[in-house]
Nanobody, 125 residues
Framework: QVQLVESGGGLVQTGGSLSLSCTAS????????MGWFRQAPGKAREFVAT????????FYADSVQGRFTISRDGAKIAVYLQMNDLELEDTAIYYC??????????????????WGQGTQVTVAS
């Protein structure tokens, strides 16, 4: 069983930067996809960014393209999210997600098998 442990997040002013980390432990076979979603109060969980582990391709939501960067650690199963130029609308709980089953739904929550506990990101003016 895979477990995901997240770290990072916190409070930052608009225009600032934060970084998130997520490390997989347990039966850590390489994922198909590993990335980040977020959920703002009263809203559905939405896709942020993900890594296609085999190819190394990255995918981003339009709302974060150019501001957020997802990266990975080649020595372990971990992903990182560097968030720059943060906006009020980026305030949410950010969840790490692991897809162990081949699928094409990498932008959907249903495409992922394992979730982290979530970490709060708050952007204030």
């Amino acid at each position: 069983q895979v477990q995901l442990v997240e770290s990072g997040g916190g409070l930052v002013q608009t225009g600032g930067s934060l970084s998130l980390s997520c490390t997989a432990s347990g039966r850590t076979l390489s994922p198909i996809f590993m990335g980040w979603f977020r959920q703002a109060p009263g809203k559905a969980r939405e896709f942020v960014a993900t890594f296609a582990w085999g190819s190394g391709a990255t995918f981003y939501a339009d709302s974060v393209q150019g501001r957020f960067t997802i990266s990975r650690d080649g020595a372990k199963i971990a992903v990182y999210l560097q968030m720059n130029d943060l906006e009020l609308e980026d305030t949410a709980i950010y969840y790490c997600a692991f897809a162990g089953t081949p699928n094409y739904n990498y932008r959907l929550t249903g495409g992922y098998d394992v979730w982290g506990q979530g970490t709060q990101v708050t952007v204030a003016s």
